[in-house]
C-alpha cells in the first residue's frame, strides 16, 4: 500500500510542478515504510510487481530531476505521518482538532537541516537500512551454541493438530509442511548470514534435512509421522489425567517411540513385524489410526480394522476403540441405517381384531413372474395375486396372466364372485421391488388413485384401500408373511413343471 502511495504522491508532484504556477525549489516525498524506501532508493525489490511500480516512480521523478527539483525520499516516523490518520480513520471533530492533519509534523517548520535524514548514502542491506533509518543500533545474531540445555524447564507444548483433522494422512501432511517451513527459514537464515551458521540439534531435523537434499518425498513422509507418534507420548502426559503408564514389555528405540516386543510376534508369525509401535489408547492419534485403517479397508467391521491395525501398532484396547470409530463413521451409518425406525409392534388394529366374515378385511399382494410352456411350445410369464384374510388368515390365490388393469380388475371380481365384497384392502405401494413387481404393484396402487374404472367399482362396493407408508415393507407384513410361505410351498410343490 505504501508503494502504491509512492507511486501516486511521484504522479501528483510531477503534475503540480506542471500546473502550478509557483517557483519551486526542492521536492521531499516522506514515508513510514523503510521496506519502500530500500526498494525506491537502492531499486532492488525481489518481486515483479514491485519491480515495474518502482521502475514508473522512477520514471516519473527523472523530469523534475531534469527541472533541477532534486526530489528526495525521505523517512517520517509513523507517529508524525498525517497520512497515517487518514489510513487508521478518524471522526471529523477529531480531525478538526488534530494538528498534525491540520498543519503536517512539526520538523517541517524547523530547518531543513532538522528533518530526517536523506537516505541517498544509506546501506544496501534491508535489515542495516531499517536501522539506519530508524537511528536503531545493528545487533549481531548471537553465535549458535545449541541451546537444549539453554531452555528452562517448562510444560511441553504439542504443536500437532490432533483434534482439527479426521485423517492421519492430513496430519502428516500438515506435519511435513510445518517442517519444511522451518527448514526453509532456517535455509533463508544460514543464506543471509553465512558468517554465523545455525545447525539443526534435533535428530529428526537432521534427518528430514538430509531427506530435503536427497528429494525424499517418502523418507520425508516417514520422518513426519515418526514425530507425530513420539509427540503423542509427550502429549498424552499433559492431555491424560492421570498420565498413563507404560507397560513393562515396552521398550524405547533411538528415535523415542516405544515398542511392544511379543514373543509370540517374533517366532510363529515371520511374516509379521519383530515388534509393533505402541500407541496411548486414549490419545487423539490412536482414534486417528483406527479411522485411518477403516477407510483403507474400505469400511470394513471391527474386527478387520483390529487385524490391520495390529500389523503395525500395539494398542490396549483395540476392540472398544475400533467398535467405537466404527459406530460414528457417517458413510456406514448412511449405508447401514433404515429410512425408518424399526417399530415395536403395538396393539393390533380394529380390522384384525374384530369378529367378522372370512375376507371381509383382506391384505392384497402380488408375487411372481412365474415362468410357463404351453404344448404348443410357447412360452410366457403369470403372476399370482395372493389375498388373505386379515382375520382367519386364509389364503385365495388367483392367476393374473399379466399386469394389466383389466387382469387385475378380472381377478378382482373373481375374487368377489368367490368371497364376497371386502370392505378393506391393504396392498404396498413400495417402488424398490424389482422391476416386474414394481409395475405390478404401480397398477394395484396407482389404479387405485388414477383408474375410474377401478375407483368406480370400489366406491360402488364401499371397499376402502389402505395403502401402507412408501419404505416401511413392515407395515404390509399381514401378508408378507403369507406370501413368502405360499411362495416356498408353490415353489417346492411344482417345481420345475414345464406344462400347465
Ligand atoms: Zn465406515
Known amino acids: 500500500m505504501e508503494l502504491l502511495g509512492a507511486l501516486i504522491a511521484t504522479n501528483s508532484a510531477l503534475t503540480l510542478v506542471e500546473e502550478l504556477q509557483i517557483p519551486i525549489d526542492s521536492i521531499a516525498f516522506f514515508c513510514d515504510n523503510t521496506a519502500v524506501l530500500h526498494w525506491i532508493i537502492h531499486k532492488k525489490p525481489t518481486d515483479k510487481w514491485v519491480s515495474n511500480r518502482i521502475n514508473t516512480i522512477a520514471n516519473t521523478v527523472t523530469p523534475l530531476n531534469e527541472q533541477h527539483l532534486h526530489p528526495s525520499f525521505r523517512y517520517v516516523p509513523t507517529d508524525q505521518n498525517p497520512a497515517d490518520i487518514g489510513t487508521r480513520g478518524s471522526t471529523l471533530t477529531a480531525l478538526i482538532n488534530n494538528d498534525l492533519w491540520q498543519q503536517g509534523p512539526d520538523f517541517l517548520e524547523k530547518p531543513e537541516t532538522e528533518w530526517p535524514k536523506m537516505l541517498d548514502s544509506s546501506p544496501e542491506n534491508e535489515r542495516e537500512i531499517h536501522c539506519y533509518t530508524l537511528n536503531i543500533e545493528l545487533t549481531k545474531f548471537p553465535i549458535h551454541q545449541g541451546n537444549s540445555h539453554i531452555q528452562p524447564e517448562q510444560e511441553y507444548e504439542s504443536i500437532v493438530p490432533y483434534n482439527n483433522t479426521f485423517s492421519l494422512g492430513k496430519l502428516v501432511t500438515v506435519m511435513q509442511k510445518v517442517m519444511k517451513f522451518a527448514q526453509n527459514l532456517l535455509i533463508k537464515r544460514n543464506t543471509r548470514y553465512q558468517n554465523t551458521p545455525y545447525l539443526w540439534q534435533s535428530k529428526r531435523m537432521k534427518e528430514f534435512a538430509m531427506a530435503t537434499i536427497n528429494k525424499n518425498e517418502v523418507e520425508k513422509r516417514v520422518i513426519s509421522l515418526q514425530y507425530i507418534i513420539q509427540d503423542h507420548y509427550l502429549d498424552a502426559e499433559k492431555r491424560l489425567h492421570p498420565n498413563p503408564t507404560i507397560p513393562p514389555n515396552i521398550s524405547q528405540d533411538e528415535h523415542g517411540i516405544y515398542h511392544y516386543k511379543n514373543s509370540y510376534v517374533n517366532k510363529n508369525k515371520k511374516n509379521m513385524p519383530k515388534s509393533l509401535i505402541y500407541i496411548i489408547h486414549k490419545h487423539p492419534l490412536a482414534r486417528l489410526i483406527a479411522l485411518d485403517s477403516h477407510k483403507s479397508l474400505l469400511h470394513q467391521g471391527r474386527k478387520d480394522m483390529a487385524s490391520d491395525i495390529q500389523q503395525k501398532y500395539w494398542i490396549k484396547r483395540i476392540t472398544t476403540l475400533t467398535r467405537s470409530v466404527r459406530k460414528s463413521c457417517v458413510t456406514c451409518k448412511r449405508q447401514h441405517g433404515k429410512p425408518y425406525k424399526y417399530p415395536f409392534a403395538t396393539a393390533l388394529p380394529t380390522v384384525r381384531t374384530q369378529s367378522c366374515r372370512p375376507f371381509q378385511h383382506v391384505g392384497i399382494d402380488y408375487f ?131 406344462r400347465i
Not at 392367476?399 to 380388475?409: K, W, Y
Not at 376402502?464 to 405360499?486: C, D, K, L, N, S
Open 368 to 498: 411372481g413372474p412365474i415362468g410357463y410352456k404351453t404344448e404348443t411350445g410357447n412360452s410366457g410369464k403369470l403372476w399370482t395375486m395372493l389375498t388373505t384374510c386379515l382375520i382367519t388368515r386364509a389364503v385365495h390365490l388367483e392367476v393374473v396372466p399379466d399386469n394389466t388393469t383389466s387382469s387385475f380388475l378380472l381377478a378382482m371380481r373373481r375374487l368377489v364372485g368367490r368371497r364376497g365384497s371386502p370392505r378393506t384392502i391393504i396392498s404396498d405401494n413400495a417402488p424398490a421391488f424389482t422391476l416386474g413387481y414394481a409395475m405390478i404393484n404401480a397398477d394395484i396402487t396407482t389404479m387405485v388413485n388414477s383408474s375410474q374404472t377401478l375407483t368406480a367399482y370400489l366406491a360402488s362396493n364401499e371397499i376402502e384401500i389402505r395403502q401402507i407408508t412408501p419404505f416401511a415393507p413392515w407395515q404390509g407384513g399381514v401378508y408378507e408373511r403369507i406370501v413368502a410361505i405360499v411362495k416356498n410351498m408353490f415353489y417346492k410343490t411344482i417345481g420345475t413343471v414345464s
